[in-house]
Structures are given as structure tokens and as C-alpha cells.
């Protein structure tokens, strides 16, 4: 069984810094895409990053491309603004193209102006 659980959110002032990790364990495939997801309050969850286990490739949303670094492990988040606050997923699947097989129970990012 592939779980996932996230660590690392909190709250921050606006230009801060966070490091959330994600600990993956039950993998039956060598390669995978790692992805993170987030949801603020009263709106839709949306893609933030992936990276690709094999290739190490990397995907970014175009409002955190610069400020965040994803690894297979972590999602380093920099320059934060409020309105980067919501619960981040730590997910994963096949591939960067379907990263949304299994879902961790998310963290919470809060980011004050």
C-alpha cells in the first residue's frame, strides 16, 4: 500500500521560507511521478510541481516557477506570498502526466502579508 505523509507547513510572513517534506513508502514500480498539489479556502485544488522519479525532470506552475524546488522528497518554498496560503498535497502515479494516483493527508501553509 503506497502512503504518503506530508511535514514541514506552518505559518510564515510574506518573503519567507518553508520546506515541506513527503515521505513516500509502498512503491512497487522503480520510476513515478512525485507531485504536489494545494487548496485554498473556496477554491479548487491546483498542480504546483512534479518531478519525475526517472528522468528527474521537473514541472512548475508558472506563479511559483523561481520560488519553488522540488525534489523527490521536498518542495522547497521561497519568496512565499499570501496567496501561496493553503493545505498542500504531497501525491503521486505513473508519471508527471498522472501524479494524482495517491494523495497524502496535506499540510498546512499559511502566509501572512
Known amino acids: 500500500e503506497v502512503q504518503l505523509v506530508e511535514s514541514g507547513g506552518g505559518l510564515v510572513q510574506a518573503g519567507g521560507s518553508l520546506r515541506l517534506s513527503c515521505a513516500a513508502s509502498?512503491?512497487?514500480?522503480?520510476?513515478?511521478?512525485i507531485g504536489w498539489f494545494r487548496q485554498a479556502p473556496g477554491k479548487e485544488r491546483e498542480r504546483v510541481a512534479c518531478?519525475?522519479t526517472e528522468t528527474r525532470r521537473t514541472y512548475y506552475r508558472d506563479s511559483v516557477k523561481g520560488r519553488f524546488t522540488i525534489s523527490t522528497t521536498s518542495l522547497q518554498m521561497d519568496s512565499l506570498k499570501p496567496e501561496d496560503t493553503g493545505v498542500y498535497f504531497c501525491?503521486?502515479?505513473?508519471?508527471?502526466?498522472?501524479?494524482?494516483?495517491?494523495w497524502g493527508k496535506g499540510t498546512q501553509v499559511t502566509v501572512s502579508s
Open positions: 509502498g512503491f512497487t514500480h522503480d520510476a513515478y511521478g
Open positions: 501525491t503521486a502515479g505513473g508519471d508527471c502526466a498522472h501524479p494524482d494516483m495517491y
Open positions: 518531478i519525475d
